[in-house]
């Protein structure tokens, strides 16, 4: 027992007495994770430096506080640049850095030593924000899903929601790992389909280390999905100190901790709580009272550098009430509440067998509880009930080989299954029912140089699934071409992409027909480093889909609606719905190097699909045009300003038939112009001043931001006012100062 409080004692007492100045990490190989001994780390400012140990770790201490870039090199390896290092007191960032063996002959041309990476080993195009990027985004509010909308190919459903629209897709087509463990939902407020319901996003962005976001086609190990994926890595906890973190921020207050249990043995731990109910009036959340609370956790045990183990826990609670008056002021037909419980939990095991085989095996379960219940206005009897369960079990093995320096490959297997016990009534019409759906998924991909000038990727992703018992073939290849003299790359690629029709279609029994969803689509990318900190991009893409789920032409009523955009449960759908969208996007990016960082990026692009009659309908993403620009200014460690502008094409919406709302005494919506109509253009501007202050007790960081800083009135939706017998519209919100405080220690 008097050991345990002296280590203890220990833990605490460095927590207060680190050395100051210190950068820590580790370098390991990308292709076989082996950690690499001798690796050259030098700060880029003082040309301090050092080489990594045994085990790939290295440490630079003696530096003043401050911001720091190094740059890492090996003989036989690409050099990679990592910038924005926070060094300060008490704390330091312990970095995890790969680096990729040198493919290519680049025919006697110096190689930038770049800030940016593919750590796709298969060169597919993906994009990169780290821990402090993540944290330090303007507007964002550190939520995942409203960092990525600063990318020209991903649009926003509205301010009040977390869904992601990539290239004119749905919400339910985009999905997420973390730590190669499955996460069916990154949205506190998601329905169980997967598209979100509010604001608030599940992860907490404290815990991640960095996210990997493919949007231009997706690697075979990835699947069941059409648009996009986001590979999300947790930090791991300090191995050597105790420390913790308490923030307080706009939705609400939370703390970290993380530290060493044992020398192999580390983790990381969150908790936050909302006050969101109290300020929800001011940001306009849809006139009701949303709030949350999460607890996630990670565990990494290494027993030796071929082996690791990782635990991962990720637990959800939201609650969304609207009241009967805030329902009739908010333009809502109904009122009442809805409740959801969400819970992940899964084990990762990473294993090299030798320097050119590694192993990565995960399994997870996800249990969601989703109940809600909503009323008439006009009557008092309900409108909606739902009782909802959700149990997602996966299993995934993938298998890293390389057989020689220019050729690799993977190959793995993944199990999914999908159970929904299911319980709902609409409009005095009653379903209950249970449905499972087992995807069985096995995926290749071989990789290699060719003629020492391109690096080509053939991946194929084998899928049969339970409902259709059906094998489906989806092939993919990308292939990345270096030009002459440093003049840039071109990025081809092209693959077929599947993803299953929502559990809710598939437990009614007059939807057993419904086939699977795919999408064929190609793009061409051009690619240009400018400096080793700025990036230029220019691409042009084509999306096409096939067997979506569409209404019966034969239904009483014409509503027509594609399902991929909403979720409507109704009888009789058939897998006839055809879509297409076709773009350009341009991206220029800057890393801050120095002081400066920036994005500007854009998109021009068509996203449509063909209702029950064959007529071309706006799909609901359909803005057709996005910009946005961002960036900062640091001009020394202790403060920071920021900004970000957005400018969106209006949004598709359906007229409301007046004259028949009138005289049915309800909203009734002309759908022989389905979103034929447009609301005004939207823009905003977020404005971000932070400032960082390290005391002896450790480190506060305080931020202050302004939200719609101009106040424009941006249009959400129109609406039908019972009370008024007129149409009104809701915006979203109005100007809105924001602020929050971090202090670790």
């Known amino acids: 027992m008097l050991k345990k409080y002296r280590v203890f004692f220990a833990l605490v007492f460095k927590i207060y007495f680190l050395e100051a100045g210190t950068i820590q990490g580790n370098i390991i190989d990308a292709v076989n994770q082996l950690p690499l001994v001798g690796a050259n780390i030098s700060v880029i400012a003082n040309s301090v430096g050092t080489v990594s140990d045994d085990d790939g ?18 003989m036989g390896y690409e050099s990679k640049s990592i910038a924005d290092i926070w060094v300060r007191d008490k704390a330091y960032e312990f970095l995890n850095i790969q680096l990729k063996p040198t493919i290519l002959d680049y025919n006697g041309v110096t190689v930038t030593k770049s800030y940016f990476s593919k750590t796709s080993l298969d060169q597919y195009s993906s994009v990169n924000f780290n821990n402090d990027e993540i944290r330090r985004a303007p507007g964002a509010g550190q939520e995942i899903s409203r960092i990525l909308n600063a990318l020209p190919s991903v649009a926003s459903v509205g301010e009040n929601r977390q869904d992601m629209l990539v290239r004119g897709g749905g919400p339910t087509e985009n999905g997420f790992i973390i730590d190669n463990i499955y996460i069916p939902s990154i949205s506190h407020f998601n329905t169980p389909d997967g598209r979100s319901n509010g604001p608030i996003g599940l992860i907490n962005t404290e815990m991640v280390d960095d996210i990997e976001f493919f949007s231009n086609g997706f690697p075979a190990e990835y699947g069941n999905k059409l648009s996009s994926y986001g590979n999300i890595r947790y930090r791991n906890g300090k191995k050597d100190s105790l420390a913790a973190n308490i923030s307080l921020g706009m939705g ?35 006139g009701g009272l949303p709030s949350y609370g999460d607890l996630q956790g990670k565990l990494k045990y290494n027993p030796s550098h071929f082996s690791a183990y990782t635990i991962l826990f990720i637990n959800g609670n939201s609650l969304y009430e609207r009241g009967k008056a805030e329902s009739i002021s908010a333009g809502e037909n109904t009122y009442g509440s809805f409740k959801n419980n969400q819970n992940t939990l899964g084990l990762a095991h990473r294993y090299i067998w030798n320097k050119n085989i590694y192993s990565n095996t995960s399994l997870s379960l996800s249990y969601q509880d989703a109940k809600a219940i909503f009323y008439e206005n006009k009557s008092d009897t309900i409108s909606l009930r739902t009782n909802d369960l959700y149990k997602t079990f996966n299993a995934r093995q993938l298998n890293h080989i390389r057989f020689n320096e220019l050729i690799g490959g993977l190959l793995g297997i993944e199990i999914q299954n999908r159970n929904l016990d299911y319980d709902f009534l609409l409009n005095n019409i009653e379903s209950k029912n249970e449905v499972s759906v087992t995807n069985l998924s096995s995926f290749l991909t071989f990789q290699s140089a060719l003629f020492n000038k391109a690096l080509i990727s053939l991946g194929f992703r084998f899928n049969w699934n339970s409902h259709e018992e059906d094998i489906l073939i989806a092939p993919r290849i990308n292939i990345d071409f270096s030009l002459d003299r440093g003049w840039g ?4 690629n092209s693959g077929t992409y599947f993803q299953n029709p929502p559990e809710k279609y598939l437990s009614i029994v007059d939807n057993n027909d419904l086939k699977t969803i795919n999408t064929f689509q190609h793009s061409l990318t051009f690619e240009k480093l400018i400096t080793n900190s700025t990036k ?12 979506a789920p569409m209404m019966d032409n034969n239904q009483a009523f014409t509503d027509p609606t594609f399902l991929l955009d909403e979720l409507r449960t109704y009888l009789n759908i058939i897998s006839s719905g055809k879509a297409e969208t076709s773009g350009v996007e341009i991206l220029l990016e800057k890393k801050r190097a120095i002081n400066f960082y920036g994005l500007v ?24 045009y996005l910009f946005n620009l961002v960036g900062g200014y640091r001009p020394n460690p202790k403060w920071e300003i920021s900004l970000r502008w957005s400018l969106f094409g209006g949004k598709p919406y359906t007229r409301v038939d007046l004259e028949s709302s009138n005289y049915n005494n309800e909203e009734v919506l002309d759908y022989s112009e389905f979103n034929d109509y447009r609301t005004p253009v939207y823009h905003n501007l977020f404005l971000r001043y932070e400032r960082r202050k390290s005391m002896k007790y450790g480190n506060i960081i305080t931020y202050f931001e302004f939200w719609n800083a101009y106040n424009r009135k941006n249009t959400e939706t129109y609406f039908w006012s019972r009370e008024k017998q007129e149409i009104l519209e809701t915006s979203y919100f109005s100007f809105i100062p924001v602020g929050g405080i971090e202090i670790e220690f």
């Not at 770790?57 to 090996?74: A, H, K, M, P, R």
């Not at 609400?252 to 990381?268: R, T």
């Not at 790359?489 to 081809?492: K, V």
């Not at 990026?601 to 057709?624: F, L, M, P």
């Open 57 to 74: 770790n290295f440490s630079i201490s003696g530096l003043e506080n401050g911001y720091y870039s190094i740059s890492v090199s090996f």
């Open 252 to 286: 609400g207050a939370g703390g970290l901790v993380e530290g060493p249990l044992k020398e192999d043995i580390s983790f990381i731990g969150s908790y936050r709580r909302s006050y969101l109910d109290i300020i929800s009036d001011a940001i306009n959340a849809g």
């Open 489 to 492: 790359n071109i990025i081809y």
């Open 536 to 547: 230029f991009s220019i691409s042009i893409y084509k999306k096409n889909y096939h067997n």
């Open 601 to 624: 990026g854009g998109s021009v692009y068509n996203s449509t699909y063909n209702d029950q009659n064959g007529i071309k309908r706006n799909r609901n993403g359909n803005y057709e």
